[in-house]
């Protein structure tokens, strides 16, 4: 079966330091992975996607994220946070030929002055 | 231009009665999709119309309906509702059918059944 698993609920870093947001899928098939981010009262927002070109994916606001095949793993990193990043972050897998999204349970980012 | 836009905001149902909820997409996007998100949990696919046709359910009971109109909108219909509907329902909107094309969300409307 195709699961999606977020281990954290909650990462608190202060505001200039590294983020790391871990994600672990598991797929019969060639997966397409996303991260969206949801900011409180707005909708969902694309951050970046994999779809089996480079394995390290550049998104919009500083995050990347790296497909690691062997780790079933696409962890989203920033090197400095922002205030503004606080928000909730999803990792989303498509199987592959598959129209279902796949959604993990959300990381709740925390940024301390 | 006018992102993806859902109505209403916010609902209050009580147990057993229906609910209909719209979403307009994206200008020139024929795809609709639609996703519930319980509290504390990411979104569950329920629909996918593309050109008006179904492409796509998730694992959802055959209370909940949608359909698509000639000028793309779409509603998500929940007949018998129950306590556990209570929820957001998010819609969105892509180019095409393929999931591989980004989606853009609309803010979702609030449904509380009490």
């Known amino acids: 079966a195709q699961s999606v698993t977020q281990l954290d609920s909650h990462v608190s870093v202060s505001e200039g330091t590294p983020v790391l947001l871990r994600c672990n899928y598991s797929s019969s098939y060639s997966p397409s992975l996303f991260w969206y981010v949801q900011h409180p009262n707005k909708g969902l927002q694309l951050l970046l996607k994999y779809t089996s070109a480079a394995t390290l994916v550049k998104g919009i606001n500083g995050f990347e994220a790296e497909f690691k095949k062997s780790e079933t793993s696409f962890h989203l990193t920033k090197p400095s946070a922002h205030m503004s990043d606080a928000a909730e972050y999803f990792c989303?897998?498509?199987?592959?030929?598959?129209?279902?999204?796949?959604w993990g349970a959300g990381t709740k980012l925390i940024i301390k002055p | 231009d006018a992102g993806v836009t859902q109505s209403p905001t916010h609902l209050i149902k009580t147990r057993g009665q229906h609910v209909t909820l719209r979403c307009s997409p994206i200008s020139g996007h024929k795809s609709v999709s639609w996703y519930q998100q319980v509290l504390g949990q990411g979104p569950q696919f329920i629909f996918q119309y593309y050109e008006k046709e179904e492409r796509g359910r998730g694992n959802f009971p055959d209370r909940f309906s949608a359909r698509q109109f000639p000028n793309y909108s779409s509603e998500l219909n929940v007949n018998a509702l129950l306590l556990g509907d209570s929820a957001l329902y998010l819609c969105?909107?892509?180019?095409?059918?393929?999931?591989?094309?980004?989606?853009?969300f609309g803010p979702g409307t609030r449904l509380t059944v009490l």
């Open positions: 969105a909107s892509s180019t095409r059918d393929s999931s591989y094309n980004e989606q853009f």
């Open positions: 989303v897998v498509i199987p592959g030929g598959n129209y279902q999204l796949i």
